[in-house]
C-alpha cells in the first residue's frame, strides 16, 4: 500500500498540481463528489459580476450585441468540442440534458424510418430511459425501448435498431463502455448511436469523432465545474447535422430567428438544436468555467485519475478488510471512468458519517457509496486521507446514529 509521504512525493510532482488555486475549496473538507457538482472555479465568480453589473446593469438590452450574450450557446460548446473529440460547429450548449436527449432521440428515430427499436442497458441513467419512455409513449408508432445487460449489448444489436442509447459511464459503478466498439456494432446493423456523456466528459479523453459516434449528450455541472444546474450540451455529428428535424422548434433554432417570418425554418448546421433564449447568467458560468481546460493535457488527466482511483481502492481494502465493504467498480482501471463505488449494507448511512467527518462522496441505492476523482483539483494526501476515514468510520461503526440513518430528499 502507498504510504503518506509516498502522497506527498506524488502531489510535489503532479504536473496538474498548479490547477489546484484555480478553484475554491473549503478548509477542512475532502471533496469527492465532482462527479455530481464540480468545486467552483474561481474564475466564475468575477465573471458573474461583471456580467450582472456591467453588462446587465449598465448595458442592458444593448448587451446581447455588444457583449456577444447571443453567441454563448455555440462560444461554449466550441469549449466543450475539444474534450469530447468533436470539432467546431459540431456541439451547441443549451438546455438540460434530459431536454437534449429528447430532442436528438427524436431526430434520430426520424432519420431511421422504419425502424421500431431503441436499445439501451437496463442500467442505465434512469433519466435517460424515462426519457425514452416519453418518447415512444408520445409518438405512437409502435417504437419499443428493449433493455438489456451490458454484457448483452453486442448481441443485442440488429437489423429492428433505430438507436442504440447509453451512458459512456455508468454512473452507479463508473463501468465504463467501450464507445468505439459498440458505434461500430450499431454501424454495421444500420442503427445510429447516442451517447450521454455526463460522466465523462472532463473526467478522461472521449474521442466522439475518432469512435464514429453520431449524437451525443452531457451536462455541464460535473467534471466540467459550470454550476448546479449548469446548461447542458449536445453533439451531432457534421454529416447528420441537416437531416435533423429539431422536435422542439423554437425561435433561436431558426434560419433568421430576429425575421419574424411566419413558419418554421431551422438554421443550417448546430444552431438548429437550439430552442429558446439561452439563460445568459448560467451560461457566462460555464463559459468561464471552461476557460482553463485549454491548457490541460488530458493524457496527464486521464494518468492521475487512474492513480487516485488505484491509490484509493488499494488503501480501502487493505484497512477495510473484514469491515462488510466491498467493490462494485471494474477493478481494471481501462474498464473504469473517474470514479469508485463500493457497497455497504448501511451504505447510506456510512456516507453521511463521512460527510460529517469532512470526507463529501454521495450515496446512490441500494447500497453504493460513491467516490469521485477530480484530477484537476484533488490531491493524493487527500484521496489517502479519505480512504483512512472510511475505515475509521466503518471500523467505530460511527454511522450508526439515527441522524445519519435518517434520508434526506437529495442523497
Same mark, same amino acid.
Not at 459516434?213 to 448546479?228: R, S
Given at each position: 500500500?502507498?504510504?503518506?509521504?509516498?502522497?506527498?512525493?506524488?502531489?510535489?510532482?503532479?504536473?496538474?498540481?498548479?490547477?489546484?488555486?484555480?478553484?475554491?475549496?473549503?478548509?477542512?473538507?475532502?471533496?469527492?463528489?465532482?462527479?455530481?457538482?464540480?468545486?467552483?472555479?474561481? %474564475?466564475?465568480?468575477?465573471?458573474?459580476?461583471?456580467?450582472?453589473?456591467?453588462?446587465?446593469?449598465?448595458?442592458?438590452?444593448?448587451?446581447?450585441?455588444?457583449?456577444?450574450?447571443?453567441?454563448?450557446?455555440?462560444?461554449?460548446?466550441?469549449?466543450?468540442?475539444?474534450?469530447?473529440?468533436?470539432?467546431?460547429?459540431?456541439?451547441? @450548449?443549451?438546455?438540460?440534458?434530459?431536454?437534449?436527449?429528447?430532442?436528438?432521440?427524436?431526430?434520430?428515430?426520424?432519420?431511421?424510418?422504419?425502424?421500431?427499436?431503441?436499445?439501451?442497458?437496463?442500467?442505465?441513467?434512469?433519466?435517460?430511459?424515462?426519457?425514452?419512455?416519453?418518447?415512444?409513449?408520445?409518438?405512437?408508432?409502435?417504437?419499443?425501448?428493449?433493455?438489456?445487460?451490458?454484457?448483452?449489448?453486442?448481441?443485442?444489436?440488429?437489423?429492428?435498431? $433505430?438507436?442504440?442509447?447509453?451512458?459512456?459511464?455508468?454512473?452507479?459503478?463508473?463501468?465504463?463502455?467501450?464507445?468505439?466498439?459498440?458505434?461500430?456494432?450499431?454501424?454495421?446493423?444500420?442503427?445510429?448511436?447516442?451517447?450521454?456523456?455526463?460522466?465523462?466528459?472532463?473526467?478522461?479523453?472521449?474521442?466522439?469523432?475518432?469512435?464514429? $459516434?453520431?449524437? $451525443?449528450?452531457?451536462?455541464?455541472?460535473?467534471?466540467?465545474?459550470?454550476?448546479?444546474?449548469?446548461? %447542458?450540451?449536445?453533439?451531432?455529428?457534421? @454529416?447528420?447535422?441537416?437531416?435533423?428535424?429539431?422536435?422542439?422548434?423554437?425561435?433561436?433554432?431558426?434560419?433568421?430567428?430576429?425575421?419574424?417570418?411566419?413558419?418554421?425554418?431551422?438554421?443550417?448546421?448546430? %444552431?438548429?438544436?437550439?430552442?429558446?433564449?439561452?439563460?445568459?447568467?448560467?451560461?457566462?458560468?460555464?463559459? %468561464?468555467?471552461?476557460?482553463?481546460?485549454?491548457?490541460?493535457?488530458?493524457?496527464?488527466?486521464?494518468?492521475?485519475?487512474?492513480?487516485?482511483?488505484?491509490?484509493?481502492? $488499494?488503501?480501502?481494502?487493505?484497512?477495510?478488510?473484514?469491515?462488510?465493504?466491498?467493490?462494485?467498480?471494474?477493478?481494471?482501471?481501462?474498464?473504469?471512468?473517474?470514479?469508485?463505488?463500493?457497497?455497504?449494507?448501511?451504505?447510506?448511512?456510512?456516507?453521511?458519517?463521512?460527510?460529517?467527518?469532512?470526507?463529501?462522496?454521495?450515496?446512490?441505492?441500494?447500497?453504493?457509496?460513491?467516490?469521485?476523482?477530480?484530477?484537476?483539483?484533488?490531491?493524493?494526501?487527500?484521496?489517502?486521507?479519505?480512504?483512512?476515514?472510511?475505515?475509521?468510520?466503518?471500523?467505530?461503526?460511527?454511522?450508526?446514529?439515527?441522524?445519519?440513518?435518517?434520508?434526506?430528499?437529495?442523497?
Amino acid at each position: 500500500m502507498v504510504d503518506r509521504k509516498q502522497c506527498e512525493e506524488l502531489d510535489r510532482n503532479d504536473p496538474l498540481g498548479r490547477f489546484r488555486e484555480r478553484f475554491l475549496l473549503p478548509e477542512g473538507v475532502l471533496y469527492l463528489d465532482g462527479n455530481s457538482l464540480g468545486a467552483l472555479p474561481k %474564475a466564475v465568480p468575477e465573471r458573474l459580476r461583471e456580467v450582472v453589473e456591467r453588462e446587465w446593469g449598465w448595458g442592458l438590452i444593448r448587451s446581447w450585441n455588444s457583449a456577444h450574450w447571443i453567441d454563448l450557446p455555440r462560444r461554449v460548446g466550441d469549449k466543450i468540442a475539444p474534450l469530447i473529440g468533436a470539432h467546431p460547429g459540431e456541439v451547441v @450548449a443549451a438546455d438540460s440534458t434530459s431536454v437534449n436527449l429528447f430532442k436528438l432521440l427524436c431526430a434520430a428515430l426520424e432519420i431511421v424510418p422504419g425502424r421500431r427499436v431503441i436499445l439501451s442497458e437496463a442500467g442505465n441513467f434512469p433519466t435517460d430511459l424515462y426519457v425514452a419512455e416519453g418518447v415512444r409513449d408520445l409518438l405512437r408508432q409502435g417504437h419499443e425501448l428493449r433493455l438489456v445487460e451490458a454484457e448483452g449489448l453486442l448481441d443485442a444489436i440488429d437489423e429492428t435498431v $433505430a438507436v442504440l442509447m447509453l451512458t459512456q459511464v455508468d454512473f452507479r459503478t463508473g463501468y465504463r463502455h467501450d464507445m468505439a466498439a459498440l458505434t461500430a456494432a450499431a454501424h454495421r446493423k444500420g442503427a445510429l448511436t447516442l451517447w450521454d456523456l455526463s460522466h465523462s466528459a472532463g473526467a478522461m479523453p472521449v474521442d466522439l469523432d475518432g469512435s464514429g $459516434a453520431d449524437l $451525443a449528450v452531457g451536462c455541464g455541472y460535473k467534471y466540467l465545474n459550470g454550476g448546479p444546474g449548469a446548461p %447542458a450540451y449536445l453533439y451531432v455529428r457534421r @454529416a447528420l447535422q441537416d437531416r435533423v428535424r429539431p422536435p422542439l422548434s423554437g425561435w433561436m433554432g431558426h434560419r433568421e430567428p430576429f425575421a419574424f417570418t411566419a413558419g418554421y425554418a431551422p438554421a443550417k448546421g448546430i %444552431a438548429r438544436n437550439l430552442c429558446g433564449t439561452p439563460p445568459v447568467l448560467a451560461m457566462a458560468a460555464l463559459d %468561464a468555467a471552461l476557460d482553463l481546460w485549454a491548457e490541460v493535457d488530458m493524457a496527464a488527466l486521464r494518468a492521475k485519475s487512474v492513480v487516485l482511483a488505484e491509490l484509493f481502492i $488499494a488503501t480501502v481494502e487493505e484497512c477495510c478488510a473484514g469491515l462488510g465493504i466491498t467493490l462494485a467498480s471494474p477493478r481494471e482501471a481501462e474498464q473504469r471512468g473517474s470514479q469508485v463505488s463500493f457497497r455497504h449494507a448501511q451504505g447510506y448511512a456510512v456516507m453521511q458519517a463521512l460527510i460529517a467527518a469532512g470526507v463529501i462522496g454521495d450515496f446512490r441505492a441500494p447500497d453504493l457509496i460513491r467516490f469521485g476523482f477530480t484530477p484537476l483539483y484533488l490531491r493524493h494526501i487527500e484521496v489517502f486521507d479519505a480512504a483512512l476515514a472510511v475505515a475509521e468510520i466503518l471500523r467505530e461503526e460511527r454511522w450508526n446514529r439515527a441522524e445519519y440513518l435518517r434520508r434526506a430528499v437529495v442523497t
